[in-house]
């Protein structure tokens, strides 16, 4: 089955100014773009006048307008619309399946405060089996990308981050940019020593060259398969997301992996996607970790 990337709009400026960004996406990777909107008819057990064909009309006006103002900005693209029949969360997860990337606002109308306040957005980026790239609007226009680098945080082991390096470098070189790998680290507990993990700092000639020593190895081999993108590395004591926002200001790109986790209210993004996708300056790609 042929890759797409999907922007989903519902009108408002965030979600105009994702299809945007989505577009600039798929012109990069030589993609075609499609631009879904969810909707379906749902009669209010109200004593209200309802008419079916009216907000049918309004809900294809929306797409048409929205496929109007990608067209006319990137002529070059490939741009398809759909009405999906569903709840927004329903109806992206459910395009999934053709779906190289999935691109959001950050912001959208409905009942709630925010897009990805507990909202929406939330729901499908920690529902999500393909990355997910959540867009803000500035004064309600497309944001031009700063000329930047893409950033990714790196945790864990290579196998931890491999998903999100791996997404890191192919957007970077489908984009002509630099990558700018960060790894945060914190001093552990007194209960976390033990002699194993020390004898491996101290071979490593201490902690810090023990992290970026664990960088440059979960780096190594997408240097390898992606030989032509530049590549800086970060390591910096504190949490990982202060870490990842404050180098985040110049960046074109952030990328965070998110693991499968589940709360009582559900799945859940985690801390370090959750600090990015409110914080950051810029989009934010979330990645599903394997």
Known sequence: ??????????????????????ARE??????????????????LDLPLVQDRAT???AALDLLRDAETAVTERHPGLTVTSEVLPDTPVAALLGAEERTELLVIGS????????FLLGSYGQQIIAGATRPVVAVRSRDGEPAEPPAGDVLVGQL???EDSAAALGFAFG???????AVRAVRAWSLPPLYAYSPASMRLADEAGGLVPYEEKALREALAPWRERYPDVP?????????AGQVLLSASGTAQLLVVGRRAKRGAAGPRVGSVAHAALHLAPCPVAVVPQG
């Open 55 to 57: 907000q049918e009309k």
């Open 156 to 158: 864990g082991s290579p």
């Open 107 to 114: 912001r959208g109308h409905g009942p709630v405060l925010g």
């Open 231 to 239: 590549v800086s590395e970060h390591v910096e004591l504190g949490s």
């Open 26 to 43: 798929a012109l990069h990777r030589g993609l075609p773009l499609r631009l879904a909107h969810a909707w379906r008819w749902e009669p």
């Open 171 to 177: 957007t970077a070189a489908a984009r002509g940019a």
């Open 1 to 22: 089955m042929s890759r797409e990337i999907v922007a989903g709009v519902d009108g408002s400026p965030e979600s105009l100014a994702a299809a945007d960004w989505a």
